[in-house]
């Protein structure tokens, strides 16, 4: 595992300033931006960078219409969230309370409903960003545990509200996790809240034990 203190997050920002970075992994940067000061003035000093060094260059001219095709783009997107936020009942608000990055990107998905569950307790959804990498929503119940497994790339974890404990350590909101192939574990909800998790992983998960023999069988992630 990687600590929070040992990720190279300078890395992680310049590819997001530079507009480089995978969708999924600028999804989480931007959701952990509005939970963390800390974090969005990193990505704030980030783009001031990048902007400089765009001052140096030549510019490209744009195509015909790109600007109004971007700005109808941008309009169509917030419209969508207003719309859902607008017409879905949702009886306690849980959804209507997680960060605005996450709100769009369940607006653009269009799924914000389709919760799949993924153990007792534990429920998700796919968040169509155009990531290559998988990019999910987690919904965690009060001392609900997601089955134990590793990884087949790296997995990126972080906490939106609530939080969840494993071997490594405790987790809370803004707080975020990022495991190998080489990692095993098991997180379990916090007791007394739901815990909401953004999870960006490459190369899916292996369950371990009885559940894994049963995954490799049947052929599934």
């Not at 989480?28 to 800390?38: I, K, P, W």
């Not at 971007?70 to 169509?76: F, G, M, S």
């Not at 997680?98 to 968040?127: C, F, M, V």
């Amino acid at each position: 595992m990687t600590h929070q203190n040992d990720f190279p997050f300078s890395e992680l920002f310049s590819a997001y300033a530079a507009g480089t970075l995978d969708a999924g992994l600028a999804l989480l940067v931007e959701t952990q931006g509005a939970l963390r000061a800390d974090i969005k003035d990193a990505v704030t000093q980030s783009e001031a960078l990048s902007g400089a060094f765009l001052e140096m260059t030549e510019p490209a001219p744009m195509r015909a219409g790109a600007l109004e095709s971007a700005l109808a783009q941008i309009d169509a997107l917030e419209a969508s969230a207003m719309t859902d936020r607008a017409s879905r009942p949702d009886e306690d608000g849980e959804m209507d309370r997680l960060p605005e990055p996450l709100q769009h990107a369940l607006a653009a998905s269009g799924n914000r409903d389709s919760w799949s569950k993924a153990a007792p307790g534990i429920h998700r959804i796919a968040l169509d960003v155009g990531s290559e990498m998988e990019v999910e929503l987690y919904r965690i119940q009060p001392d609900a545990a997601i089955p134990r497994h590793s990884h087949g790339g790296q997995e990126y974890t972080l906490v939106v509200s609530g939080g969840y404990t494993d071997a490594s350590g405790s987790f809370g909101p803004g707080d975020l996790a990022v495991m190998g192939p080489e990692d095993t574990h098991q997180p379990v909800g916090d007791a007394g809240e739901v815990c909401f998790a953004l999870i960006v992983r490459g190369g899916g998960f292996r369950l371990t034990g009885v559940l894994g023999v049963v995954q490799r069988i049947l052929g599934r992630r």
